[in-house]
């Protein structure tokens, strides 16, 4: 089985491409989704991040929220450290066993979006390397269109490595600047023809 890790910078794709690549058949994760698990109530991270942060990071109903730990980790180079180096071991924990479940399934692929991929070391965990990109201007525009603040935007572009760094480490970069149909096809010339 080949696994793949999609990267890219926040707003360049990786969502619609994990789409694309699910209707077309491909197993996708997403760690992000994986970084919300392992925050649920009952969940070891949450209780880390409770006796590290205090109560104060927590909904009513005891689940996490979210836009308070942003709002720390945003601001604090330390947080956003602790908060990497607790969840992360976490999340990577649970797309390897999911990797080892799809080759038991029999699985040719599979994919797992990473937006910190090489921020975090985990290049190597992965056959092929593919880096969504999107020029800063359409990259802005994305984000505004999500409801984030310009100040937001660059706070989060800022904790990111620099787009061209990720494209020079990845096998593959998809240029996102076009249309939908655009990335499909070369996603299409990556995944169905390929030797």
């Keep these: 089985m080949r696994a793949y890790a999609i990267t890219g910078g926040i707003g360049m794709g990786k969502s619609a ?7 077309h058949g491909i ?36 689940t996490l929220d979210r836009p308070s730990v942003a709002k720390i980790v945003f601001q604090d180079t330390a947080a956003r450290r602790f908060l990497e180096q607790t969840l992360h071991p976490l999340i990577r924990e649970r797309w390897l066993q999911w990797k080892q479940q799809c080759e038991k399934n029999g699985e040719a692929v599979c994919v797992v979006i990473i937006p910190l991929l090489f921020e975090i070391g985990m290049g190597s965990d992965f056959d092929t390397v593919i880096c969504l990109t999107t020029t800063p201007e359409i990259q802005r525009q994305r984000l505004l269109k999500r409801g984030m603040s310009e100040e937001d935007i660059h706070r989060r572009i800022m904790n990111q490595w620099p787009i061209e760094e990720k494209m020079r480490r990845s096998q593959f970069v998809v240029d996102n600047n076009g249309t939908p149909q655009e990335m499909a096809k070369q996603l299409e010339n990556i995944f169905f023809k390929e030797d």
């Design 27 to 62: 197993p996708v994760i997403d760690s992000d989704d994986l970084a919300r698990d392992v925050v649920r109530p009952g969940e070891p991270g949450l209780r880390k991040l409770v006796d590290h942060f205090g109560e104060g990071i927590l909904c009513p109903d005891g």
């Design 17 to 23: 491409a994990a789409e694309w690549l699910k209707d």
